[in-house]
Every structure is written in C-alpha cells, then in structure tokens.
C-alpha cells in the first residue's frame, strides 16, 4: 500500500513548526519542504530563466566529458532548444569526477552592418 501525501502551507513560519512538531507526537511521518520554488532546467523555460537571472548557473551534469562538451556546443551554438537566439554562453567543469554544464545569458548587441554610402562601387 502507498503512502498517503497531504500538503499544508502556512504564512507564519511558527504556525508550521508548531504543525509539524503535533504530527510527529502522533507518529505522523512528517516533513518540511523546500519551499523555493521549483525552476523548470530545460529547454525555453530554462532559457527564460536565465534571461530573468544575471550570471553563471547549473544547467547539466554528466559522468562524461564528452557529452557535457557537447550540452555546451548545443547551448553555444543555439541548438538546443530555447537557445536559438545564440546569445547564450556555456561552460563545463570537472568537480569530483562529474561533469558539470554551466550556462548564463550573455545578452550581446549583435553587429549591424553599415549601409554603404550611394555612388561607392567595391573595388573588387
């Protein structure tokens, strides 16, 4: 038989500390949540996210170096998706034996060419 989950929020950080410690006399297996909410780490959502979020966050892990070299690619060359714009920057890391993927918003002008004066002709 499965457990039974039952959610409560409370507005006053006692209140719910209070809860919590009357469910746990009772035997209840209770717990707190993290009550950050949850970002969606892929595709536009993600890439909203990070447009919204200035600087260097966690967007990938891997036990591979190839394939966290290649979420990087895929990020920097925007083809993954949410990522088309191509204003995204990406790195990796290696941390106790795990590929780590890190992404920011660059949010670069791109360049736009100057219209060539009238009456100029290249000389080539």
């Not at 191509?86 to 890391?93: P, S, V, Y």
């Not at 780590?100 to 009456?119: D, M, N, S």
């Amino acid at each position: 038989m499965g457990k039974t989950t039952i959610r409560v929020a409370f507005d006053d950080p006692l209140e719910a500390a209070h809860f919590l410690q009357q469910c746990r006399r009772k035997g209840y297996d209770a717990q707190v949540e993290d009550s950050r909410p949850q970002v969606k780490r892929n595709g536009p959502a993600l890439a909203a996210w990070l447009k919204a979020h200035p600087g260097w966050y966690k967007v990938g892990e891997s036990v591979n170096r190839a394939a966290a070299n290649k979420a990087v690619l895929k990020i920097r060359n925007g083809e993954r998706r949410g990522f088309e714009g191509g204003k995204f920057e990406a790195r990796m890391e290696n941390q106790d034996g795990s590929w780590l993927v890190y992404a920011r918003y660059a949010g670069r002008v791109t360049k736009v060419r100057k219209p060539q004066a009238e009456g100029m002709e290249p000389l080539f």
